[in-house]
């Protein structure tokens, strides 16, 4: 299943992929690239309006998705990808998610490049399993806001310290962060609570 993904009007749009019947190089896990956009009615169930867009498990795969679909610099305001292992959905309340957080990069609003770049990079790092305890990494969310725009890596286990700490350091390592920019960890109980998706406070940083 596809779903056509909102951009900025002066954009052009761009075919979503469909996947080839067979991979070369296969991941250990599907994945499943998810869009919401900006909507006009504030009455709308949000996960109504998450759209599933393709289903992945191969190398090839996922570069004819990423190659096919709107670049981050052209998705309009208020629009987010969530790239998940299958079958993970990009709520807090997921029995997958419902235990962990989030670590959270804040990028500011005239770094569109940056952002597209490092969400590529974040992609990587999921899919490619490059991190020890790899099943503790739901997905990946970029956001693109008005006043500053958001990448996210979402984590299964956000009590266990040690391990979201070392996840949190890998994932930065692998985005070529510098010592002067901070990522944050929220969990997700806090923002079901506060019904906010970016709440104040951190329970980690790095």
């Not at 309009?76 to 957080?101: M, T």
């Not at 890998?170 to 806090?190: D, F």
């Amino acid at each position: 299943m596809s779903a056509a993904v909102e951009h900025k009007p002066a954009a052009e749009a761009a075919p979503v992929a469909t996947a080839p019947k067979a991979g070369v190089h296969p991941l250990h896990d599907k994945w499943v690239l998810y869009y919401n956009g900006p909507s006009k009615d504030k009455s709308a169930n949000w996960e109504d309006l998450v759209k599933r867009v393709m289903t992945f498990d191969t190398v090839e795969d996922f570069w004819g998705l990423f190659n096919n679909i709107p670049r981050v610099e052209d998705l309009a305001n208020q629009s987010d990808y969530n790239l998940f292992r299958d079958p993970i959905f990009p709520a807090w309340e997921h029995p997958d998610n419902r235990e962990g957080g989030k670590w959270l990069l804040a990028v500011s609003g005239g770094d569109i490049q940056g952002l597209s770049r490092m969400w590529l990079d974040s992609c990587l790092f999921a899919i490619g399993e490059q991190f020890e305890d790899t099943k503790e990494i739901c997905g990946v969310v970029v956001s693109v806001r008005p006043r500053g725009h958001k990448l996210c890596l979402w984590t299964r286990s956000a009590l266990d310290e040690e391990k979201t700490v070392a996840l949190g350091k890998a994932w930065k390592e692998a985005l070529g962060l510098g010592p002067e920019s901070k990522i944050k960890y929220q969990i997700h109980s806090t923002s079901v609570q506060s019904q906010r998706s970016f709440p104040k406070g951190e329970a980690y940083s790095l």
